[in-house]
Nanobody, 113 residues
Framework: QVQLVESGGGLVQPGGSLRLSCAAS????????MSWYRQAPGKERELVAT????????TYADSVKGRFTISRDNAKNTVYLQMNSLKPEDTAVYYC??????WGQGTQVTVSS
């Protein structure tokens, strides 16, 4: 069956970095664009970044542009989100999503001193 499993979340101080991973299985990963979303407490889920199926095109929310980098390794069926210069407002549950409509279970990122 289809699975998207996120990992790499945790507690980090402001200005720090984290790298999220999302391992996919059960579908043809390399055929689909992939995205990262996030949802903070009391807020709607928002799109953070998207990468095309081959990885050549990436887009970002204005709030993370220049700080976050999305990438993928189609040989490993994995998409990544490198997050640098983290701010308290980046605190949220981060989800990966395949354009086919499949979602992961989420991983918590907390930015706090």
């Amino acid at each position: 069956q289809v699975q998207l499993v996120e990992s790499g979340g945790g507690l980090v101080q402001p200005g720090g970095s984290l790298r999220l991973s999302c391992a996919a299985s059960g579908f043809t990963f390399s055929s689909y664009p992939m995205s990262w979303y996030r949802q903070a407490p009391g807020k709607e889920r928002e799109l953070v970044a998207t990468i095309s199926s081959a990885g050549g095109i990436t887009t970002y929310a204005d709030s993370v542009k220049g700080r976050f980098t999305i990438s993928r390794d189609n040989a490993k069926n994995t998409v990544y989100l490198q997050m640098n210069s983290l701010k308290p407002e980046d605190t949220a549950v981060y989800y990966c999503k395949a354009q086919a409509g499949f979602w992961g279970q989420g991983t918590q990122v907390t930015v706090s001193s």
